[in-house]
Each structure stands twice: as C-alpha cells, then as structure tokens.
C-alpha cells in the first residue's frame, strides 16, 4: 500500500516507469515494424491535433504567433520523423567491421540495440520540438520513453499528455506532468537514457540526479553563443542574419546569437544595419512573442537595470509590459564584467563589443566557456572556415544563425558548459543505441590455438607486431 504521504503524480510516475521498464525488459528488441508504426502514430497524433496545440502554447506564452508554432516546433518535428522514417532501415541494418589479420578469417559487425527507457525532460521555449523531438530519436532506436514537460507550460503540457495517452500504450510512450519536486523525482529514476535541456545551472542537478544510478545523459544546455564578423563581412547581411536569430522567439532560444563581436572601424555601420533591419522587422511595436514568465521579464529588465551609467543603449520598438512583449535593445559596448556579459541573456537583449581585430575576438570567445553555437560572418565560407579554425563550440552556422539546428543530419549538442552529448538523425538514433558489438571467430579460430599457454608460434606473430 502506497504511503499517504506519497504525492499522486509521484504514484504514477513511478508505476509508468515500471511499466515501461518491465516491458522494455520482456522485450529488448523492436523490430522494424512497430518502430515505424510508433513514429507514424506520432505523425498522425500531431497533425490531428495541430490546431489544440497551437492553442495551447499561445495561451502559456501569452502571445505567441501561431505561425512561429507551426514554423518552429511542429514543422522540424514533422520533418525528424519523415527523416527517420525515410532511413530507419538503413539504421537498423550491422555495420560490418575489419578484423585484424591475427584473427582471421572471422568476421566482425556491430548490431545496434535498444537502450530502453529513455527520460525526456523538456523546456518551454519550444515545448513540442524539445519534448518530442528527443523522443523521435528515441523511438526510431526501439525504446520506450517517458516525459516530463516544463511547469511554465501547462495548458500545452496537460494537452500533451492526454494526446499521448490517447495514442500510445503507456509502456510505450507517455507524459508526466508537475513541479520542481517531480522534476527532481523523474530525474532520480534508473533510465536507461536522460535528455535534459535546460539551463546549464539546472543541468548540473540533472546530472547530480542521474549519477547514484549511473544514468548516462545528455545534456543540451546553454551559454553566450557569440556572432563574430571578420574586417570584411558585410555589416547588412551580418545584421539580418542577427537579427534573424535574434528575433525568434524573442530570443528564447538556446542557440540564438548572445553578443556581437566586431571590428571597432565597422561599429557603426554594423549598428546602423542592425537598427534599420529591426525597424524593418518590428516597426514601433514590439517583439511578437512574450517573455514566458514576469520572473524571466523581471530578469530581462534587470540585467539593463544593472548596467553602468554611460552605457549606450537604443531601444527598437516598444515594450508591452502588458503582455511581458519587450522591444529589441542593442547594448553597445557594454563592460565585459557585466552580468549581461556573464549571463546567457535569453530574450531581446543584443550586445555589440567591438575588437581590434578577429584573433582578439577569437581570444574573447576561447576565454569564456565553450558555446552551444557560434556564427562566423566574412567575405566568403573560405574565409570564415579559416577563421573558425581555432574555435570550438556545440555547433556552427557560417554567414547565417541558427540553421545548422534544422539539419537532420548534423548532431545538436554542447560541449563543456554547453552541453554534453548530442542527438538528431542518425546521431540520435546513435544516441539511444547500444551499438552492440559481436565477433565470429569463424571455422578455424587461430588465435586460442596458440593458447592460453603461448609459445613459439604465439611469439612469432608478437615479433611480427613489433615490426610494424
């Protein structure tokens, strides 16, 4: 009998992990059918219900365009799964592997299995895409997957977890809703797999959780994600690519630009650009999608509060406070220490640094933790390639912001603070694999021959070694 003390959710939290885990446990292998039967259920439950979710994250925003939902969490989901779905034969198929000659003639392959539960642990700033984008992944890789979708969304979340239930045996696929307290629970159990995305700072906790139970995660974090124009970029399409990744969203997004750093010669002309392209994109009015919350509004507007007096910063368009709709702010020049330097910003704040050059940029960025992304602007991709040279980050676009998380085939993920571990397409599915490894000595095994008490013809293919 349960513990009155126990919280519901916690109740059934539990029981859906067990059930998940039994299952997955009497089943370790799904085969090819019921995982494109998985990932079309999936499809066919996001299309019927398009519209309720839509609804549903514009009522957790506040204000949310309609078309940014549709265009940014459910058309890339869509896309991942007609991805997997196009290549999860070919996925699913040994990979064959050489053996060396000592072992001959046996073969080698690899057979990717199934982890089997995998936790999802989901943001608000996309709350489709990231909740079940993971879970794309997942599935095509034949496991069952439990999630858990942000408190700051909870019409969509309830949402979620009905259509899911509605579509999915619960050992399958299915939607835990809650708190903090939940979150901390949810983490804490054995997975099989965890997929955080959050803050860097929750991050930590995550993986603190997972570790007594040796869960490995990966962790999709944050960070100052710098864009970094070399001498000869062009100011104006430097400033709409910016801008591009700035505006999205009002800039929730992990990968959105953070600062800009630009020769001091190109300034002006780079806050001009970035000024007339804001114009252009807001007029007098402000961003279109809210700041989820007063608490994250309350941060946006105290990181500028906290400015030092003298610094410059021209407001494009116009705050909402009604609505938590803030206009864009260019902060130039701000000091380096400042909490707007050290903090990811994560809303409609831009800062523009200039350098004197683009190795004190590089010097910049390489003495602060490595970024979730990076954007590189110069006169062409031959030129910025040889700039990205000494550069590490989670990811890159060149000339442009963002895109390079749209790709089905380029692995997302961090590197250091930023992250750890990284998913999409075959990398997800890599992700959420065991790749099994299997060896067939074959008719003649050679190499036990020559042991377990080894001796002249054992030492002769040691001295043939030595030789190599």
């Not at 994250?296 to 116009?318: E, K, S, Y």
Request: proline content about 9%; charged content about 20%.
């Amino acid at each position: 009998m349960d513990d009155l003390s126990t919280p519901p959710d916690s109740v059934r939290l539990q029981g859906l992990f067990d059930a998940m885990r039994t299952a997955a446990r009497a089943r370790p292998v799904v085969d090819l059918a019921t995982r494109l039967d998985r990932l079309t259920r999936l499809r066919a439950m996001v299309l019927t219900h398009e519209q309720a979710l839509v609804d549903a994250i514009g009522r957790d925003f506040g204000h949310r365009p309609a078309a940014d939902t549709r265009i940014l969490d459910i058309a890339p989901l869509l896309n991942a799964i007609h991805h997997a779905r196009r290549r999860l034969k070919s996925w699913m198929r040994p990979r064959r592997r050489p053996v060396s000659w000592l072992f001959q003639p046996a073969r080698a392959w690899i057979e990717p299995r199934p982890l089997g539960v995998v936790g999802v642990v989901a943001p608000w700033n996309y709350p489709l895409y990231l909740a079940l984008g993971p879970a794309v992944d997942a599935l095509a890789a034949g496991n069952r997957v439990l999630i858990k979708p942000s408190e700051l969304c909870p019409a969509f979340s309830d949402l979620l977890a009905r259509i899911v239930a509605d579509s999915f045996a619960p050992d399958e696929l299915a939607v835990v809703t809650g708190g903090p307290d939940l979150a901390a629970r949810f983490c804490a159990l054995p997975f099989d797999h965890l997929v955080f995305t959050g803050s860097t700072a929750v991050g930590r906790k995550v993986a603190q959780a997972a570790a007594p139970n040796l869960t490995p995660v990966t962790l999709e974090l944050g960070g100052k994600s710098p864009a970094i124009l070399a001498p000869d970029a062009d100011p104006a399409r430097a400033a709409r690519s910016i801008l591009f990744g700035k505006i999205i969203n009002a800039g929730q997004t992990c990968v959105a630009p953070d600062y800009v750093l630009a020769p001091r010669d190109m300034l002006p002309a780079l806050t001009d650009a970035l000024h007339g392209r804001a114009r252009d994109i807001l007029g007098d009015g402000p961003c279109p999608t809210a700041i989820i919350s007063d608490r994250h509004h309350a941060r946006l507007m105290g990181l500028l509060d906290d400015l030092p007096p003298g610094t410059r910063v021209q407001t494009i368009g116009r705050d909402d406070p009604a609505t938590r709709r803030m206009a864009l702010r260019l902060v130039i020049d701000p000091a380096p220490d400042s909490a707007l330097m050290r903090e990811e910003i994560f809303g409609p704040i831009l800062p523009v640094l200039p350098v004197d050059d683009i190795a004190q940029a590089l010097d910049f960025v390489a003495g602060r933790d490595r970024p979730l992304a990076a954007y590189v602007f110069a006169r062409s991709s031959r030129a910025a390639r040889a700039h990205l040279a000494p550069l590490v980050a989670g990811g890159v676009t060149i000339g442009g912001t963002i895109l390079h998380l749209a790709q089905d085939e380029l692995p997302f993920g961090g590197v250091g603070a930023s992250g750890m571990g990284a998913y999409h397409g075959s990398a997800g599915f890599e992700r959420f694999s065991h790749m099994m490894p299997v060896f067939d000595p074959g008719p003649v095994n050679a190499f036990e021959r020559m042991g377990p008490r080894f001796g002249r013809m054992a030492m002769a293919a040691y001295r043939l070694l030595r030789m190599r």
